[in-house]
């Protein structure tokens, strides 16, 4: 049973529900609105979704885009068509995606924040949308391996990166890099939140990325 906390776990979050099957889509935002208090607003194309590039991340909208029948091209279509900063001033996660397409690594690395596969039962779903709302990327932890791995092979090192990093900086990387929230690393610092996402966004402009996946990707290569 769905607890009364969980229902308003996303009171003030809007969430944008973008695909053709008016119908279904229009259900599902029914659902998502009853069980986590989110805003849905459904659309078969982008042009509902409204951003602010200046935003706080906690302020995003979460974009849900159906894949229902689409194939990688039409995937990226889609999402081009929504505009160029899409992808950083919105999360954007895919559903009803096809688990044979396999696009799941190159859209990690464009920033799409998570997946929610067509056999799919109603609790990832929610559970997902919770925790990108958090912050958090809904993937699989192969997939994240795969990921860290070609960075790995790819990146080069900026000179001095690491280096311009405090030591505490470098201690929170190193948790944010293995998944740790927030709020468990300000318990094992015995310090508030809001200085551990003082530090974080301090982290994110030296490095030069911009979230805890492009994060956890440099992390791997340089710490």
Same mark, same amino acid.
């Given at each position: 049973?769905?607890?009364?906390?969980?229902?308003?776990?996303? =009171?003030?979050?809007?969430? $944008? &529900?973008? @695909?053709?099957?008016? +119908?279904? %889509?229009?259900?599902?935002?029914?659902?998502?609105?009853?069980?986590?208090?989110?805003?849905?607003?459904? @659309?078969?194309?982008?042009?509902?979704?409204?951003? #602010?590039?200046?935003?706080?991340?906690?302020?995003?909208?979460?974009?849900?885009?159906?894949?229902?029948?689409? #194939?990688?091209?039409?995937?990226?279509?889609?999402?081009?068509? /929504?505009?160029?900063?899409? +992808?950083?001033?919105? $999360?954007?996660?895919?559903? %009803?995606?096809?688990?044979?397409?396999?696009?799941?690594?190159?859209?990690?690395?464009? =920033?799409?924040? /998570?997946?929610? $596969?067509?056999?799919?039962?109603?609790?990832?779903? +929610?559970?997902?949308?919770?925790?990108?709302?958090?912050?958090?990327?809904?993937?699989?932890?192969?997939?994240?391996?795969?990921?860290?791995?070609?960075?790995?092979?790819?990146?080069?090192? !900026?000179? /001095?990166?690491?280096?311009?990093?405090?030591?505490?900086?470098?201690?929170?990387?190193?948790?944010?890099?293995? /998944? &740790?929230? =927030?709020?468990?690393?300000? #318990?094992?610092?015995? &310090?508030?939140?809001?200085?551990?996402?003082?530090?974080? $966004? =301090?982290?994110?402009?030296?490095?030069?990325?911009? %979230?805890?996946?492009? !994060?956890?990707?440099?992390?791997?290569?340089?710490?």
């Amino acid at each position: 049973m769905q607890k009364d906390e969980d229902r308003g776990a996303c =009171n003030g979050k809007l969430v $944008y &529900i973008i @695909g053709p099957r008016s +119908l279904q %889509n229009d259900l599902l935002a029914f659902f998502l609105e009853q069980k986590t208090g989110a805003t849905c607003v459904t @659309g078969e194309d982008f042009s509902p979704v409204r951003v #602010d590039a200046q935003a706080a991340p906690e302020q995003r909208p979460l974009v849900l885009l159906d894949c229902h029948g689409k #194939d990688l091209e039409g995937i990226w279509g889609d999402i081009e068509s /929504g505009g160029r900063d899409i +992808l950083s001033e919105a $999360y954007v996660a895919l559903f %009803n995606l096809d688990p044979e397409l396999k696009v799941e690594e190159e859209a990690v690395i464009r =920033n799409i924040r /998570g997946f929610f $596969y067509e056999p799919d039962s109603q609790e990832p779903l +929610l559970k997902g949308v919770r925790a990108i709302f958090e912050g958090e990327f809904w993937v699989s932890r192969a997939i994240m391996s795969k990921c860290i791995g070609q960075r790995r092979e790819q990146d080069v090192i !900026a000179p /001095g990166a690491v280096t311009r990093l405090t030591s505490r900086e470098t201690e929170i990387l190193a948790m944010v890099a293995v /998944g &740790i929230k =927030n709020e468990e690393i300000a #318990d094992r610092l015995c &310090i508030s939140p809001h200085t551990v996402k003082t530090h974080i $966004y =301090n982290i994110f402009k030296k490095i030069s990325v911009p %979230n805890r996946l492009q !994060a956890a990707l440099w992390a791997a290569k340089h710490l």
